[in-house]
Nanobody, 113 residues
């Protein structure tokens, strides 16, 4: 069974940092591109970042230069390092498998003073 379990969210002040993790199981993690998507209250899902199987990342314009996506294929884990967080980054963040209709439950990130 495919499972994606996110963690690492929380409440942080503007300018702060968080590192999100997504523990994957039930599929050959290293073979798939993975993405982070976020959804703010009352809004639709917003793509944040994708990393391919080789470790190359792409980013939405809104987070480029502040967020870094990475993966540890030995531990079947996806990461999102988020720096210089802004209130507009507040959302439920979840990981997805590119090309598959699978996502985790998500982890809440709240940026507020």
């Amino acid at each position: 069974e495919v499972q994606l379990v996110e963690s690492g969210g929380g409440l942080v002040q503007p300018g702060g940092s968080l590192r999100l993790s997504c523990a994957a199981s039930g599929f050959t993690f290293r073979s798939f591109s993975m993405s982070w998507v976020r959804q703010a209250p009352g809004r639709g899902p917003e793509w944040v970042s994708t990393i391919n199987s080789s470790g190359s990342g792409t980013y939405a314009e809104s987070v480029r230069g502040r967020f870094t996506i990475s993966r540890d294929n030995a531990k079947n884990t996806l990461f999102l390092q988020m720096n210089n967080l802004k209130p507009e980054d507040t959302a439920l963040y979840y990981c997805t498998i590119v090309g598959a209709n699978r996502r985790g439950q998500g982890t809440q990130v709240t940026v507020s003073s």
